[in-house]
Structure formats: structure tokens, C-alpha cells
């Protein structure tokens, strides 16, 4: 089935460094999502992308759906306490809901 | 913003019991829902599709007759587990598909946590 990789697994950063951390896919998709959840919680969107290439900014959030289709990247600059959380990349194939696969995720924790 | 709650947010229950989980799309319409299962420190597994009107579409693997799903109307989709037994504890998370929204993201519950005694 599709898989998709999300690397590093985990980080811990000191509070005010930029974090960067990428999903990976053997499969193309059409459209790249990102999403946060925190403890206890749904996920939240952070970024979506649908377009090769396109790169997206939301606040101290970047992401850019990779132009072979097959990987994303999302960037956090400046990180503060808040952004602790497990961030998970989210393939779709199509754009009808289906097909929508999640990554790992990557479990980020920021040191004060 | 599109919202969507669930009900309850925590259940207990004894083994053998059912239990219903309730997902309703707030301000929009949703054609279809998605029911979700993560277990601690992994990522969301797709259980099952809801389409309003018809019958779920259930991952392989995923035991319909245990997970009942029914999607009544555009903004209600529930949950039953049927019989619980302590191994179906777990963090259940829906999500919604706006009806009008292109291309179709999917906005997600607040989750249900389920512990089977």
C-alpha cells in the first residue's frame, strides 16, 4: 500500500531556532497536507499544497509540495513553547477525500 | 472556519459493552465522513469511509460488524463498537469532507477516547 516517511522521527530545539523536517513517498500525490495535533486532540491543518512545486507560507510556517510529487518539506522558523506537538504530513491521490494517507509523524519538542 | 465536534470526548466502559461515537460537521455540510483509530505515540489509521445515505467503505482489516458506522444525515456520523473488549482502547478521530470545498480537505474532530475495562 502507499507508505509515506517522515523524517527525523523526533527533534528537541532550543526555543527561537528554525526546524525544518520532510515527508517522503514512493507514490506521487496530488496534494500534500500538514497538520499538527497536540495531546489529547484532532489534528489541526497547518499547510495545504496541491500544486508541484508550490510553495506556502502560514505565519512562521513554510511548506512546499517537492517537484517530483513524491515529497514535502515544512519549515518553522523562530520556534516558540507552543509549537511542541507531533506534526503529521498527510498524502491525498486525488481530490475527493480519498486515498488520504498520514505519515509517522515527527514529535517536536522545543526547550526554553 | 469549517468545525467538527465528537461526543463523548472520553468513555469508559466494561468489556462487552457498546459504545456509540457521535461526529457532527458544525457549520457545514459533509458528504463524507472518515473515522480514524491511533494508538499511542503512532499516526492516524483510516478504519472506515461514511457516505451519507449508503453504506461505510471499511479498511482491510477492520471488522464491520464490530465497528458500525452510520451516516444518517450530512452532518452526523456515528461510531458504534459492539462488544468492546479491553484491545479496541483506543483514540478514535473523525474527520469531515465539506461538501463544497475544493479541492476537498478534511477537517478533523477533537477525538474520542475510548478505555475498555
Known amino acids: 500500500g502507499q507508505q509515506l516517511n517522515q523524517s527525523p522521527q523526533s527533534m528537541f530545539i532550543q526555543e527561537g531556532e528554525d526546524v525544518s523536517m520532510n515527508c517522503t513517498s514512493s507514490?506521487?500525490?496530488?496534494?500534500w497536507l500538514w497538520y499538527k495535533q497536540d495531546p489529547g486532540e484532532g489534528p489541526v491543518l497547518l499547510i495545504a499544497?496541491?500544486?508541484?512545486?508550490e510553495l506556502t507560507s502560514n505565519g512562521r510556517l513554510t511548506a512546499q509540495f517537492g517537484i517530483t510529487r513524491k515529497d514535502s518539506f515544512l519549515n518553522i522558523s523562530a520556534s516558540i513553547p507552543s509549537d511542541v506537538g507531533i506534526y503529521f504530513c498527510?498524502?491525498?491521490?486525488?481530490?475527493?477525500?480519498?486515498?488520504?494517507?498520514f505519515g509517522p509523524g515527527t514529535r517536536l519538542s522545543v526547550l526554553p | 472556519g469549517a468545525v467538527v465536534s465528537q461526543h463523548p470526548s472520553r468513555v469508559i466502559c466494561k468489556s462487552g459493552t457498546s459504545v456509540k461515537i457521535e461526529c457532527r460537521s458544525l457549520?457545514?455540510?459533509?458528504?463524507?465522513m472518515f473515522w480514524y483509530r491511533q494508538f499511542p505515540k503512532k499516526s492516524l489509521m483510516l478504519m472506515a469511509t461514511?457516505?451519507?445515505?449508503?453504506?461505510?467503505?471499511?479498511e482491510q482489516g477492520v471488522e464491520k460488524d464490530k465497528f458500525l458506522i452510520n451516516h444518517a444525515s450530512l452532518t452526523l456520523s456515528t461510531l458504534t463498537v459492539t462488544s468492546a473488549h479491553p484491545e479496541d482502547s483506543s483514540f478514535y478521530i473523525c474527520?469531515?469532507?465539506?461538501?463544497?470545498?475544493?479541492?476537498?480537505?478534511?477537517?478533523f474532530g477533537p477525538g474520542t477516547r475510548l478505555t475498555v475495562t
Open positions: 474527520s469531515a469532507r465539506d461538501l463544497v470545498d475544493i479541492p476537498y480537505e478534511q477537517y
Open positions: 507514490s506521487i500525490f496530488n496534494t
Open positions: 499544497l496541491y500544486k508541484a512545486g
Open positions: 498527510a498524502g491525498q491521490r486525488d481530490n475527493y477525500g480519498q486515498n488520504f494517507v
Open positions: 457549520d457545514f455540510q459533509a458528504t463524507t
Open positions: 461514511s457516505n451519507e445515505g449508503s453504506k461505510a467503505t471499511y
